[in-house]
């Protein structure tokens, strides 16, 4: 377990190099940019922001055309595919890409015109059917939907809700006045009318019409609606045609998506090199770059920039008031467990990697809330694939993920063992189902849903390993500050007060028969573990409040520090998650099982009894595979980092090239 010592390192070179300097220095991915050195009247930094606004809208435009390609011409992918990783590609094929720079975006902006196109074109279609609805109602009608009437008759062509019929029309607007009203259509919704008056009485009649609900048609065109229908038609047809010569051309790019793919990335490693470069102190001919790097990397970094560039590395220790940023480096068992840690927060200035120590419980918790050899086998199975298969293509994460789940699975395959579950009692059911005689795999040490109490003893035993290494965190990152106070006070008398508190619990028959331990320890041994206990209380009493002056402080302080005693025992008891998801898994597996079974032996059982275990045990391994993953996190970052980790610290972020698609090789030869 380690943090990695950081150098700060500060680059001098000349302007006519940036752009190789810093090429490098993003293929390379070793060297997090700061602002240590402030402006003066002679290095200032400079404004790029227009240039990365015309970066960031190609981005963003760029990833636009992927998602209108992926629309119109959907990439068949499987599950496996995300653990191909990246295509690699030469740092030459980026040079050269500026070749045909202009003319992919040119495609691009293309692609995205085209799909407005479409839009627009589809907004319209859905505005014609839309007037072909309002027109059909209107068929029989043989004049024009905005007819106004002659010289002398005004005309009323519209709507009445529901159903009329011509004389209700008549006897609401006549009114013994000259009038002529037709029926055009009814439905149930509406009735639509045409009518006509005289001039001088055409307010009387709109207002007739008006009080029983007469309103205007939403469309109205100036040809007849039967030759107007024709013509909307005609209109539909020739935007449908459209759209599909629209969308023939998206498809027609289908061999351009690979350097629109490479665009994007291009333009996203642009856009991060010039957010460095408006970083930078620059003079007129020179500019200055200043970051931190692995100790480890600065040796190497600095005599390939002394080789490839006329530029001055100079390399200094970091001060202790600096904020210098966090990288983990652990061995292949407990490096896949990073980023768990850094989830929860990278350790702090002074603090102890717990990676090391957390995995060792990490990988036990997981596979004991799991605790079946056949689901253990699947994920490992599952993951040794992956590598293997994958095992140059993969990326460093999906790598840590699947090394992560693979030694989950062997913790699972071991505990599985312990406790003589292969798929519940898939062994038994099978046996019996199919042969007529029940065999059974006993366990290597018991059968948790048989002996539950018994479980939940080694759950809660465990526990208690697990807080004590916790303290033993914190002694040993006392131990590093020699803060010997510390030790002593708040590390050494909570475990023997911790300690001696269990043995005191061993020693009382009642406990020892609660939790179904088969032996108990003597009254003398309960006595002196009973002193021990009051003497390590009035320790935490005497000195947790030691930092107050005043007695009285001191002592509440230290007072309310032993109360932290209730919190031991529910961080204990927190634990019992682990006989409650071993048992989950186990019985759900059994009534899998058995209702598999139910189907019947012979051949025309095996087919459901097959469809309901696959279905079954995959669902089961799904939801507690995820049950154990975010159980254990809990137990490491409420139980175990509660006791010595505070975290705070900030993870190092390389200036890289951050890309979706694509990464370089190492070998790098221009510049």
Known sequence: ????????????????????LLELLQRRGVVEISDAIPEDRVFRKTDVSVMEDKLQKNLAVAKEALQILDTYLPEKKSILDSLNGRKEVSPELYDSFRMKYESVVATVNRIRSLNKEILEARAELLKLQAYMEVLHPWIGMDIPMNYPGTKRTKAYIGTLPNIWTLETVYEKLAQGEP?????????????CIFILCLKEKA?????????????????????????????????????????????????????????????????????????????????????????????ENAAELEEEFSRRFEAAVELEKPSAKEDVPVLLRNNGFSNPLEGIVESYSPPAKGEVDPTTVMSLFYYMLFGLMLSDAGYGAVMAGGCITGLVKYKNTLEESMRKTLKMYLFCGISTIFWGIMFGSYFGDLVDVVSETFFGQKVTIPPVWFFPVNEPMRMLTFSMLLGIIHLLAGLGMKFYQAAKKKDYQTILYDVILWIILLISSVFLLLSMKMIVDILGISFILPPAAGRVAGIFAVLASVGIILTNGRESKNPLKRFLKGLYALYGITGYLSDV??????????????????????MAAMAGGGTFGIIPFIIIILFGHTLNIGINALGAYVHTNRLQYVEFFGKFYEGGGRKFQPFRAKTKYFKFKEEIKNG
Do not use: H
């Not at 009038?179 to 009735?191: D, F, G, N, P």
């Not at 008891?573 to 058995?594: E, P």
């Open 179 to 191: 009038l002529t009203a037709e029926i055009i259509s009814t439905s149930r919704e509406q009735t």
């Open 203 to 295: 307010e009387e009649v709109f207002e007739n019409l008006r009080t029983i609900g007469f309103s205007y048609p939403n469309w109205a065109g100036s040809l007849v609606p039967a030759e107007q229908l024709e013509e909307l038609k005609e209109q539909i047809l020739g935007t449908r045609q459209s759209i599909d010569r629209a969308e023939e051309e998206i498809r027609s790019y289908k061999e351009q998506r690979g350097d629109i793919c490479f665009l994007q990335d291009y333009e996203a490693i642009r856009s991060e090199k010039y957010g460095v470069i408006s970083r930078l102190l620059q003079s007129g001919k020179s500019f200055i770059l200043t970051g931190y790097i692995p100790d």
């Open 1 to 20: 377990m380690a943090v990695l010592p950081m150098r700060r390192i500060s680059i001098y070179g000349l302007k006519k190099e940036r752009k190789q």
């Open 573 to 594: 008891l927190s634990y019992s998650r682990l006989l409650a998801l071993g048992l989950a898994t186990g019985v759900i597996c059994t009534v899998i099982n058995q």
